[in-house]
């Protein structure tokens, strides 16, 4: 598994925050996502920078796979968060549907799924998703 590039600019979640103060902080370890749309923000940020350890380190044991290739046809290019079912601060569980636009090998698309979350010992795993369309 190879590290991920150094970034700066705005955060490729699209927050309009700089990457450092946004899902940089996660990805560098210097803070947790306190609910389950800023997880899910920095896993889709982690899948735009290719940086398979930090998308492990936060799937949940139950779930996670042994290893993580990425197909280098696919390019991400925005997120938008659809909805939202609890995962809060203080919420154990919580439901995030989004829509991530990709280009692969040219063609563009969007994948559009349900992902859910659950927070245990004050932070918060991506556990599995329901695809809705891609």
Known sequence: ???????????PCLSGEQYSDCCGRFHGGGAEAATAEQLMRSRYSAFVLLDAGYLLKTWHPSTRPGELEFDPGLQWRRLDIVSLQRGGPLDTEGA?????YFRHDGERGVHHETSRFLRVDRRWYYVDAVALHR
């Open 96 to 100: 995030v549907e989004f829509k991530a």
């Open 1 to 11: 598994m190879t590290e991920p590039e150094p970034f700066s600019g705005n955060c």
